[in-house]
């Protein structure tokens, strides 16, 4: 069964860094996609990142802010971000497309203080 499990969120002041991490239950090689995925009280999930075997994309919102990678020897999709700010408090999932599915994690809550 596949698994994906986020960690990482908390609570951080304006400006600060988190760094998120998404935990796959099967080898990350499995996915042709993985990204990262934001959903605010009151609002719609959006896109925020994604990352192939070669690229990387980032939502302009977040684009040199943060930055997506990730370990396949340990099957880890990681979400660095700096500069935070209050807008970008949500709930942060992970999400792996393959071929047989598209997974969701339960997501991390991310909570930015002005």
């Known amino acids: 069964q596949v698994q994906l499990v986020e960690s990482g969120g908390g609570l951080v002041q304006y400006g600060g860094s988190l760094r998120l991490s998404c935990a796959a239950s099967?080898?990350?090689?499995?996915?042709?996609?993985m990204g990262w995925y934001r959903q605010a009280p009151g609002k719609q999930r959006e896109w925020v990142a994604t990352?192939?075997?070669?690229?990387?994309d980032y939502a302009e919102s977040v684009k040199g802010r943060f930055t997506i990678s990730r370990d396949t020897t340990k099957n880890v999709l990681y979400l660095q971000m700096n500069s935070l700010k209050p807008e970008d408090t949500a709930v942060y999932y992970c999400n792996g497309e393959a071929i047989y599915g598209n997974y969701w994690g339960q997501g991390t809550q991310v909570a930015v203080s002005s």
């Open positions: 990352i192939t075997a070669g690229t990387t």
């Open positions: 099967v080898t990350i090689h499995s996915f042709y996609r």
